[in-house]
């Protein structure tokens, strides 16, 4: 379902919007963390959220249901497990005597596996005002397989969340559980340097695994392991180099004419910081006409001294309703990894050949193409980088003329005027024709506030810089890209809104003839404490 409005104001501007609203039968649903590897000697715990259909949280209580399952007692293999038979040919003791490894029926299957009740109960939602999700301990778990189901029931529909998963037991396999092969993935990262230790877990009697370890750089490193108690710790150390963000480590079984791979890949832990750009001295809010001096801050790594080139460009943010703009940095050097897959695929290969193709006769030189820049050299070369325009450079506005000074607060004066009034404060007459003169009028109206495309940071990383607000009143879009030597680079984004403390909007007709009697309207802003005195216009 489509919902619009549309509002106009005093001075006939309209502002319309749009959203999408779902509508459902049922009035939320249950969305948990998905648990994987999880060991027995853990607390096994999940976040669990009620929402809307329209992704808006909703408080509300549910309910819990955790069964264990019976595994068969057989090691299945991947064979056919896709090609399960509806209407069996032989009894299932004659299946499992000639097809011990494989699926009978859909019995056999993990949704159907019988289960007994472990406990169900009913969780309330968290207490906490900013809180939009119930976090669900489930306790410690013996090692085996179970079934987690989350539900709420209203009227005769039932809302439904449920997953499978495992627990598993550090000292090795238990009886009941009767995998072919899994490996766990670590859920840390690791420091260059740093050991890592992971569980690898087979039932088939004796099994040999081979271990393929890779940090593509494209060498393998051949390993082959004998488990112990159907469990296989295997450490593998962190390299220091730094090119290197991820390690990739596959175990493969041979076992029951089926072959099985698990992989597993170690995410290695950036020793260094990106850059990072902070404000240290900023207004978002500023009144036209104002000098003002901001300060910027770029840092990276602890006691580190950065020595940076900054971007800073502020403009219209009302131009981006045609293209909009944002600061992108492309490394100069990317590490390319190759890692190999030993996992085995059941397609079939197929060779072809042409009878009238006998040989190619032909001599072929290729010419070597160059790519000094990465990608964007050409451009670069041109005169362009990606991800920066220059809308315009903004001049510095004339300033304003000083206001008459007298002990109220502040004097606005709306409209023409064609006649003299005068207006008595603090025993001061003050001449309106004086005042009109004094009103000056907004000359600044660049789309760019300022556009310094190389400014320099100390040695602490701070830079300052200087600039006249413009007398538009709008809202900015404040841009930064910094940069250092060896190509590390950061960027940051803010908005900055330009606004008097009293301003006046009128609505003026677009036209008129002779003997229209005129209605203006206008709206007046005040955002001040102030105490202001308004001069209203006489009719002529």
Same mark, same amino acid.
């Given at each position: ?42 607390n096994v715990k999940l976040k669990v959220e009620t929402k809307n259909y329209n992704e808006q949280n909703l408080k509300k209580s549910y309910q819990v ?36 490894h494989d699926l009978y029926d859909k019995n056999d299957e993990l949704k159907n596996w019988k289960s007994t009740l472990v406990f169900e109960k009913t ?49 090795? !396999? =238990?009886?009941?559980?009767? *995998? &072919?092969?899994?490996? %766990?993935? /670590? ?7 740093? +050991? ?78 990106? !850059? =990072?750009?902070?404000?240290? *001295? &900023?207004?978002?809010? %500023?009144? /036209? ?7 910027? +801050? ?165 830079v300052s810089f200087e600039f006249t607000s413009p007398e538009a009143l709008t809202k900015w879009k404040l841009m930064f890209l910094a940069h250092t ?56």
């Open positions: 379902m489509k919902s619009m409005l549309s509002v106009t104001d005093i001075n006939g501007e309209t502002q319309s919007a749009d959203t999408q609203l779902k509508v459902a039968s049922v009035s939320h649903y249950i969305k948990a963390d998905e648990i994987k590897d999880v060991f027995s000697d853990e249901k955790l069964s264990k399952l019976q595994a068969p007692d057989r090691i299945f293999r991947s064979n056919f497990k896709d090609a399960v038979q509806n209407l069996p040919l032989f009894s299932k003791e004659e299946f499992i005597r000639k097809f011990p969780q309330q939602p968290s207490t906490g005002n900013q809180a939009s999700t119930t976090d669900l301990d489930l306790g410690k778990l013996d090692a085996g397989d179970y079934q987690l189901e989350l539900y709420n029931i209203e009227g005769r529909d039932t809302i439904k969340t449920s997953q499978y998963f495992s627990v598993w037991d550090k000292n090795g !396999l =238990k009886a009941n559980q009767k *995998t &072919f092969l899994t490996a %766990l993935q /670590p859920k840390t990262e690791f420091s260059r340097g740093d +050991k890592a230790k992971i569980y690898i877990y087979s039932s088939v009697p004796e099994a040999l695994i081979n271990i393929f370890v890779q940090d593509g750089s494209g060498k393998t490193v051949y390993d082959v392991q004998k488990m112990k108690n159907g469990k296989l710790e295997y450490a593998v150390d962190i390299p220091k180099d730094k090119a290197l963000s991820v390690m990739n480590i596959q175990f493969q079984v041979v076992a029951y004419n089926d072959v099985q791979t698990a992989t597993v890949n170690l995410k290695i832990k950036d020793s260094e910081q990106p !850059l =990072k750009i902070e404000t240290t *001295t &900023f207004r978002d809010k %500023l009144e /036209p006409n104002v000098k003002e001096k901001w300060s910027v +801050k770029v840092s990276g790594n602890d006691r580190e001294k950065i020595n940076a080139e900054v971007l800073a460009n502020m403009y219209d943010m009302s131009l981006d309703q045609f293209a909009v703009n944002s600061y992108t940095w492309e490394k100069l050097y990317r590490p390319y990894s190759l890692v190999t897959m030993y996992d085995f695929r059941d397609n079939l290969l197929s060779e072809y050949y042409q009878q009238r193709i006998r040989f190619f006769n032909g001599n072929y030189v290729e010419v070597p193409q160059f790519n000094w820049f990465d990608r964007n050299g050409l451009i670069v070369l041109q005169g362009r980088a990606s991800g920066v325009n220059i809308r315009g450079v903004a001049s510095p506005a004339p300033p304003a003329d000083s206001a008459v000074n007298t002990n109220i607060e502040e004097v606005v004066m709306i409209g023409a005027y064609a006649k003299k009034r005068e207006v008595v404060a603090a025993d001061k007459v003050l001449d309106k024709e004086d005042l009109v003169e004094k009103v000056s009028v907004r000359q600044n109206l660049n789309e760019t506030a300022f556009f310094y495309p190389d400014l320099k940071t100390d040695s602490e990383g701070n030597k060896d190509a590390r680079a950061a960027t940051l984004e803010k908005e900055v809104i330009t606004q008097k403390g009293f301003s006046v909007t009128p609505n003026y007709p677009r036209f008129l003839r002779e003997g229209d009697e005129l209605n203006l309207q206008s709206k007046l802003s005040n955002l001040t404490v102030k105490n202001l005195m308004v001069l209203q216009p006489y009719k002529f």
